[in-house]
Each structure stands twice: as C-alpha cells, then as structure tokens.
C-alpha cells in the first residue's frame, strides 16, 4: 500500500525501501538493505549501519506516494551528492561532493507516484533528508 503523503517529510505510514551500498555509485549488490519510516538521517562521522563504510557510501530509496493534486516543492538537504526522481522524472541532480540545499518544483495529479531519492557520501560528515510539501492549497 503506497503511504499518503499530504505534506511533508514525513514519516510515512509504508517505509521506504533503503539499499546501501559500499560505493560512490550505487554499484554492485547492496551491503545493507533495509526499510526505514523517513527519509531524514544524520549519520555525523559514523556509518549508516553494518556493511557500510563510514564514507565513500552510496545509497537510494524508493517509495510510492499517494499525494492529493497540486504544485509540490521537493527539498533535498545532504551532504554529499543526490539525485531525486518521481515517476521517473529527474527533478534535482546534485551529483557532486558538495553539502546543500536543493530544490524542485513539480506538478502532480492526484494519486499514487514513486519517489526515488539517491545519494552519496565522499568524505565527512555524512547526511540526506527529503521534504515535501503541496504550494498549490
């Protein structure tokens, strides 16, 4: 069942499916799997979790959202690279070793549509959150 997602960051009421990886590049098979209830982590210096190195890390989460109709502002906060999709549209790509803010704009219609976050992490400190929120109500 895909979560409701009227607003914002958000813990959601389905989990995001997490796979981490032991790269930059999202290669190979995943070191950790795992489902989370939002997509809002600091790891600081440390890894996010067993398998994964502390940096030079990749990772992506997958989720289908049901949102109600209207323009919604997407906003990524990591430290390092990220790219974000919905229904496979690329709305922000950051693939860089820089720590930032970003954000994109999109339309949707009312119903279910898969968000898909990527990331990685060179070096340092290491965090990726994604909010939302509706502009249209």
């Known amino acids: 069942a895909a979560a409701r997602a009227a607003g914002g960051p958000q ?8 796979s981490y990886f032991a790269n930059t590049d999202l290669s190979g098979r ?19 979790g067993p398998g994964v190195p502390r940096d030079r890390f990749s990772a992506r989460w997958t989720q289908p ?5 209207g323009i919604y502002r997407f906003t990524t906060y990591t430290d390092d690279g990220v790219r974000l999709w919905v229904d496979g549209r690329l709305l922000i790509d950051a693939w860089r070793p820089m720590r930032g803010t970003r954000s994109a704009t999109v339309r949707l219609s009312e119903g279910t549509h898969d968000v898909r976050m990527e990331y990685f992490e060179r ?3 290491a965090l990726a959150r994604l909010t939302w929120r509706c502009l249209s109500r």
Request: proline residues 9%; charged residues 20%; negative net charge.
């Open 30 to 48: 995943p070191a950790l799997t795992r489902i989370e209830t939002a997509l809002d982590h600091n790891w600081g210096w440390g890894s996010p």
């Open 65 to 69: 959202l049901v949102f109600r109709g």
């Open 11 to 18: 813990e959601t009421d389905d989990p995001w499916a997490a």
């Open 123 to 125: 070096t340092g400190v």
